[in-house]
């Protein structure tokens, strides 16, 4: 069953609500150190990326086992949209110790949670090269001052419409994909990206192109419609530009062939205010 994001909201709320009592009246931190999913983590309890770390043991299970099985050892993954490393450090153990995962993460805040957390866990930090960026179309594109990287379950979001909280995005460089992969890593491959930008998945994939087209790399994506209520077509256009790339999209864990039609990926197969997770593979007989 999908379920909107208020509602996996509204769910979450709740169940911390309750953790909160429990912990509360037995006298345990809300923050602190904590093992989960065999890593070492630095979560906030109030925070929902990190409640759902500690409650959950990962934060997208499902997704974390599609990659976690797909991913090759020795493996270039770039990882857009890091947050605290939620996906980070399950993709620097996928990679192995021969691979790379360069994280980017336009906010402060994040990053800080990101590096401390990568900090606890030393094997998987020499894999991993951390970017303090915005990615954008062009490199000369603006950067927003604030962004959403922060899901409070204590009080009412920021922004009612992604839920989150605004974090300043500070000294982050504003880049391409194509930019960071070509000139300032030099990078020999590209095999996977993960990709969750809260609705600016369509300027990053365009500032993209270049690494698209030469290393075709394997896509994991979310496709959240209602992120772009203030120009639906920007949705039809992400949808477009990958399936003009080559690309065809399969529903996440199971890879089921999804359409290539976005209204019809919106009617059939994306729950109304919610989302879904993809991966963006080159089509059978795509060059």
Not at 93 to 102: H, I, K, L, N, S
């Amino acid at each position: 069953m999908h379920l909107s994001t208020k509602q996996k909201i509204r769910c979450a709320k709740l169940a911390h609500r309750v953790v909160r009592m429990t912990r509360t009246a037995r006298r345990f931190p809300m923050s602190g150190r904590f093992a989960r999913g065999g890593l070492q983590w630095n979560l906030d309890l109030d925070e929902g990326i990190d409640f759902a770390i500690w409650l959950l043991g990962s934060f997208e299970r499902d997704l974390v086992r599609y990659y976690t099985q797909a991913i090759r050892p020795a493996s270039v993954a770039l990882d857009i949209g890091a947050n605290i490393g939620a996906h980070t450090l399950h993709l620097a153990r996928a990679v192995g110790p021969e691979g790379q995962v360069v994280a980017v993460e336009p906010t402060r805040f994040a990053v800080g949670k990101l590096l401390s957390n990568l900090a606890l866990n030393s094997d998987l930090q020499r894999r991993v090269h951390v970017v303090h960026g915005f990615l954008a179309a062009t490199a000369d594109a603006t950067a927003s001052p604030m962004i959403p990287s922060s899901w409070p379950l204590t009080h009412e979001p920021d922004d009612p419409v992604l839920g989150g909280t605004f974090k300043e995005v500070g000294e982050a460089r504003v880049t391409t994909v194509d930019e960071l992969v070509s000139n300032d890593l030099a990078l020999a491959s590209v095999d996977w990206i993960k990709l969750d930008v809260d609705g600016n998945e369509l300027p990053v994939l365009e500032g993209a192109m270049n690494t698209l087209r030469c290393f075709r790399p394997s896509i994991i994506l979310e496709l959240a419609p209602y992120c772009y209520a203030s120009d639906a077509s920007r949705f039809d256009v992400l949808v477009e530009l990958l399936v003009s790339n080559g690309y065809a999209l399969y529903s996440l864990p199971d890879e089921r062939p999804l359409p290539s039609c976005p209204l019809e990926l919106r009617k059939r197969h994306i729950p109304e205010n919610g989302s879904i997770n993809v991966v963006a593979k080159i089509a059978p007989g795509g060059s």
